[in-house]
């Protein structure tokens, strides 16, 4: 009874999980076909909802390691779509005749401008001087301002930058550095190398920084005037970090401690090392992309899953009674257990992801049919409702168990092997797989036990004839 009442929590528990999933307004996220229309928080991928496609070719200097050029440009892109709210897009390398481009493909977007300026601008990451920090959730403005010419470019001096983790945090700073004989600014071009570590001389992470010879110079000389001080490191108009000056540096080597978790401090390092886009890109080309094939269509795919769900769940009432009652309701329960854990992941569903997800609706049935022919085992041979419940869970776990570990284990291999949409079908059967196991062996296993007597025994001993003891 105990044990009953432990799943009975868990159950409604995982139910109440995956409905906020649903309802909770978790993004901006706005889709427009078919039941997706009342499923704001499940992101569609291109062959469902269109979207753009832009393609870059990069100027890859003679002898420079493309590989990690390549790499690098593609973590500062990944970074800028995700702070200006496209993280639904997808980044990545193709190769063309020999040639190694960039591509952005960016689903529901149709004016991409803002998006090619992000992706088309090499940034800037700099270094500056804090002269004060105030809290404000409007941005401040500077009074009095003067130009600075470094190398040929005029710099307002002043200027309030933001801070990337607290948006009412503003930077008062001097972007330009004036000592010595000529006013100068360190920049990304400047470090050469960003490295997370732990602390070796005490508690938490650093970040390690290399730097040329020209931006040991010029981070010697910064340095040895602003001990005491902050100096912030701004990429793109925000303050990643604004560590205090606590000697001079002279060695070309920086240490930025007080860090508190490795995945911050490996965050920071990304930051600093891939700000600056290494290369220029070129635009090969841009696309507008209509769903692969058609909204019609994929209005027709969703309607066609939901009327082979409804002929399934009649068939099972009215071949098992009220046991398939409980069967549709535990496929209904890992339907929505799906869908919220796709909008509570953020996962994007394609065409493949939603073959996976039909194709739950059979492993879910399937488990469902081999436990109850096991309870109509057990009824047949005598056994009242609620014990043969007990014996056919009991018999058919491991059964269950093995099946579903091993498509979900085929699942895994899918995603890690294959790339693109395919990978949508291997998330939306994991998920789903999993789903129908728990739905199997917990849900349904609560639901019956606690109406067992719903089930009526003579339903399935019709032409059976019972001898004493209670064998055939």
Do not use: C
């Not at 990643?240 to 060695?251: G, L, T």
């Not at 929505?336 to 879910?364: D, K």
């Not at 085929?410 to 739905?439: D, P, Q």
């Amino acid at each position: 009874m105990k044990s009953r009442r432990i799943l009975l929590i868990l159950s409604v528990a995982v139910f109440i999980f995956a409905l906020l999933g649903i309802v909770l307004p978790l993004s901006e996220n706005k889709n427009n076909i078919s039941i997706f229309k009342y499923l704001p928080n499940i992101k569609l991928g291109l062959d469902i909802q269109g979207g753009s496609s832009l393609e870059y070719s990069m100027a890859i200097p003679e002898g420079a390691r493309a590989e990690e050029i390549v790499n690098n440009v593609i973590a500062v892109l990944r970074r800028r779509l995700d702070s200006a709210g496209y993280t639904e897009a997808v980044v990545s390398e193709v190769v063309v005749g020999g040639e190694r481009r960039v591509r952005v493909e960016i689903p529901g977007i149709s004016d991409t401008r803002r998006a090619e300026e992000l992706i088309g601008s090499k940034g800037k990451l700099y270094f500056a001087e804090v002269i004060e920090t105030i809290e404000s959730s409007t941005p401040p403005q500077i009074t009095r301002n003067r130009k600075v010419k470094v190398d040929g470019e005029e710099i307002d001096l002043y200027s309030y930058v933001r801070d990337s983790r607290n948006p009412n945090v503003w930077y008062r700073v001097k972007n330009v550095f004036e000592f010595g004989t000529e006013p100068f600014q360190i920049t990304g071009l400047d470090v050469t190398d960003a490295r997370a570590s732990l602390n070796p001389q005490g508690g938490g992470f650093v970040v390690n920084l290399s730097f040329s010879s020209q931006g040991k110079n010029k981070f010697e000389l910064a340095t040895a005037n602003l001990i005491g001080k902050q100096i912030a490191i701004i990429l793109d108009d925000e303050v990643i970090i604004a560590p205090v000056v606590r000697d001079k540096i002279s060695e070309g080597r920086a240490e930025i401690s007080g860090i508190e978790s490795v995945q911050e401090a490996q965050n920071i390092a990304v930051l600093i090392k891939s700000g600056n886009l290494p290369v220029d890109l070129i635009k090969f080309q841009e696309n507008t992309i209509g769903p692969t094939l058609g909204r019609d269509v994929v209005t027709t795919i969703v309607n066609a899953g939901i009327i082979g769900l409804v002929i399934v769940m009649v068939y099972m009432i009215i071949f098992y009674g009220w046991m398939g009652f409980v069967a549709d309701i535990a496929l209904l329960y890992n339907t929505l257990l799906l869908l919220g854990v796709l909008s509570w992941s953020g996962a994007i569903l394609t065409l493949p992801g939603l073959a996976g997800i039909i194709l739950t609706f059979g492993t879910t049935v399937d488990g469902n049919v081999i436990i109850y022919e096991r309870i109509k085992e057990e009824i047949r041979v005598g056994r009242p409702p609620l014990t043969a419940i007990k014996f056919g869970f009991d018999k058919v776990f491991s059964t269950i168990l093995d099946a579903n570990i091993t498509t979900v284990l085929a699942g895994i291999v899918l995603y890690f092997l294959t790339s693109g949409s395919i990978r949508g079908f291997a998330v939306t059967l994991i998920i789903g797989v999993l789903g129908s196991m728990f739905t199997n062996l917990v849900v349904t296993r609560v639901i019956l036990e606690g109406s067992s007597n719903m089930i009526k025994p003579e339903k399935y001993l019709k032409g059976i004839v019972v001898g004493k003891g209670g064998n055939e």
